[in-house]
Each structure stands twice: as structure tokens, then as C-alpha cells.
């Protein structure tokens, strides 16, 4: 499955480069709504409030009234994720509040799942050379991606796997990682990072492995009329 994602900062639409050079940026949402209404899902991100420089939450009703959508960015406590779901998340992405103190905080993992329903999380597994990195990817911890998936397994609905050393570069996701990844967990995985074809798109499908896609889709270089699964 194809998921689009779309990427807030500074109230518009941007691509940004491993996750620090903007690229791109749109402020004609209503089009880009139109183009993803299909979809079963989008990914939603607020990039400043992940990197903690202000967010985007009014806009992210826009996108919320219209799509089904699951949001993350910036969501460090169960008042904030609460407060994202109450405005139209179907689901939460969250990823830094899970390490403390240079570890998986599995306590914090629990509370959320416990509180608010494990169907409704998705786990942020993000990935610098093999290290998770954390606080918008400006923090890289010790912890390696198949600990951190391993431990938080019982209190999700679903992993998102950001490759960070392929982000933004269109030059693929690594195969093999998905198949690792694949072979770690039960739950739905997504993962993300330089992926630019449909068949990218239907190989990871294939390992039953569900593709982000923002930067290809925004550039022109993917269609996004077959994608719809």
C-alpha cells in the first residue's frame, strides 16, 4: 500500500532533504487533498513541532477534516496526543517520548497503549546509520532499530521506519532492510525513506511492507493513478 505523506512547516507543505534541507514547498492544500482523498491513508507530519520551533496544529485540521490521516510530530505526552486525536487523527504517530535516558522507555509505551488503545499508535522507528534517532532527527541515541522495535511490539498497532540516510535523495529504499525489518514484527510496518517508483511501491507490498511516498509524488516523478490498493 501507497501512503502519501504530507509534511508541515511554517503553515505550508514542504519536502525537506534527510530531513534538514527544504526542498520544496506548496501552500495549495485544497489540491493536494483532492490528489490523496483516495488513498485509505496519509501520513501527516508537523515538522515544527517535532523539531520544537512552533507547530501546525490549526492546519492540521484541514487535513484531518478531509483525509484519514495518522499524525505525528511533536507529541510528547498524552494531553498532546489526545488533543491530536480529538481533532480528527485516526491515528498518532509517536516515536521521541518512547527513549529516556538513552533507552527504550517501555513504561511510557505502556501508559500510552493502555490509555488510549494500541490500534490507535504507530511507533516512529527512525534511523540514522542503524541508530535511532530522536527530537525531529536532530538527536542520534545508541539505540539500534531491531532493539527499540523488539521491545515496543505489544503496545502498537503498527511500526514507521524512516530510512534517514535515503530520505529525500530518490535513490530507493534498501530492500534488504525491509526484509529485516519484516521478519522482527506482527504489526503493520511502514517505512519510509527515497522511495520513488511503483514498483518500489509493489515490491515492498509484496513483503507485505507499506510505502511512505512524499518527495517522488511532489516532484512529478511518481503517478499516483494506479497506487490506490
Known sequence: ????????????????VQGEKKALEFDDFEAWMDRFAQFPIVQLIDLDAAIGTGNNRALLKQFTGRLRCQVGGGIRSLGDAAAVLASGAARIIVGSILVKSSAVDIDTAQQFA?????????FAVDSKNGNVAIKGWREITAIGTSEMMQDLEPYCSAFLYTNIDTEGLLQGFPVDVAKRLRALTSRQLIVA?????????????ALEVDAVVGMAIYTGQMSLKASRK
Open 1 to 16: 500500500m501507497l501512503i502519501p505523506s504530507i509534511d508541515l512547516m511554517g503553515g505550508k507543505i514542504v519536502q525537506l
Open 114 to 122: 493502555d490509555e488510549l488503545g494500541s490500534e490507535q499508535l504507530t
Open 193 to 205: 525513506g527515497g522511495i520513488r517508483s511503483q514498483r518500489e511501491v509493489d515490491e515492498l507490498d
